[in-house]
């Protein structure tokens, strides 16, 4: 597959935490487009775990020496920081049909606002297809292992918080 070289893509998100679904999005979005901007959102409707400076920094250890992916924290409107960067297309992960109904309001909506900007779905990877930071967040609080599910970055920092009451 021939890389577009020219276009940059911006992958959203609240990563909280990034997990290894997301880096598998992000890898073979990079395939596909010249750049890819990891937008990390600062502005997480539900409580966050860890706070943006956290998430970025993860998302940085993670990615660390991967030519042509940035990671970086936005508030406000993705769409409008999309254009703000002059990316061409906005990449988001589809797993199972709960997030279809969404994410195709989302896209409708994003493509009012800004019709030159395409939304670019990339389905996940079957062994990723049940992950999610939501998961993450429960298995960790009851104090299971999600090892292999997630970058080392992000196995750090879970290990160093508080341990569970038995
Ligand atoms: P949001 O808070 O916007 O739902 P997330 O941080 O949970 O975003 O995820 C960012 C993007 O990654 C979304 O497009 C989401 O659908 C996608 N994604 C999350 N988990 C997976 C997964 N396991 N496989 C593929 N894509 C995923």
Partial sequence: MKRSEGVTALYPGSFDPVHNGHLDIIVRARRVFGRVVVAV?????????FSTEDRVEMLRAAMAG???IDVQAFEGLTVEFAASI???????????NEDFE??????????RLHPEIETVFMMTSPEYAYLSSTLIREVTGFGGSVAGLIPAA?????????KPRP
Wanted: charged letters at 25%; aromatic letters at 2%; hydrophobic letters at 50%.
């Fill in 66 to 68: 991967q030519e042509g």
């Fill in 154 to 162: 992000v196995e750090a920092r879970l290990a160093r918080l508080p």
């Fill in 86 to 96: 002059g990316a061409g297309v906005i990449v988001r992960g589809l797993r199972a």
């Fill in 102 to 111: 969404f994410e195709l309001k989302m896209a409708a909506m994003n493509k």
């Fill in 41 to 49: 959102a600062t502005n997480v409707g539900k409580q966050a775990m």
